[in-house]
């Protein structure tokens, strides 16, 4: 499975809304496997939407336990047109993306979320979760819906920093 090139915060794509799946096809398939080698092939990289690699459509592939951060997580999780039916509270945390790969952000979200969304075989799921795993969750939707963490800060200009490596 291949690697895929991520397109970055300049790109107009990033902006766009996802269009949903209407059948799992064989070219759905090889996509999310290669969505799945690309998310791997970044260290610490936690989530990737379809669209970072230029195909907009509503996938997207979460693995919390990539985190260097102690977190509880579900693993791996492959969503098809994911949408959140249910939400409470509020978390405040840091974000990065691979999109913007220069800049972190404070950013407020749910802190509880349901999930429901297509799995690979074409069945409806719903999933609870909360905290690190749900923030990942909400942050990949987001980019389905052509909106970064950039888009949630509160204040450019108190709420956004320069990357330290
Ligand atoms: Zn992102």
Request: hydrophobic share 40%; charged share 25%; with cysteine.
């Amino acid at each position: 499975m291949k690697i895929l090139p991520i397109i970055t915060i300049t790109d107009p794509l990033l902006k766009q809304t996802s269009v949903c799946i209407e059948e799992i096809t064989k070219e759905i398939k090889i996509l999310i496997e290669n969505l799945k080698t690309t998310l791997y092939a970044h260290p610490r990289c936690v989530g990737i939407a379809a669209v970072q690699v230029g195909i907009s459509q509503r996938i997207i592939v979460v693995d919390a336990s990539q985190s260097s951060k102690e977190n509880r997580n579900n693993g791996l999780l492959i969503m098809i047109n994911p949408n959140i039916i249910y939400s409470s509270g509020k978390i405040s945390s840091r974000e990065g993306c691979l999109s913007i790969p220069d800049f972190v952000g404070n950013v407020v979200r749910k802190k509880k979320i349901e999930v429901e969304y297509t799995d690979i075989n074409g069945k409806i799921q719903k999933l609870g979760t909360s905290g690190f795993e749900a923030i990942v969750i909400q942050h990949e939707i987001d980019h389905l819906d052509g909106k970064v963490f950039l888009d949630r800060v509160i204040s450019l200009s108190t709420d956004v920093f320069r990357r330290q490596n």
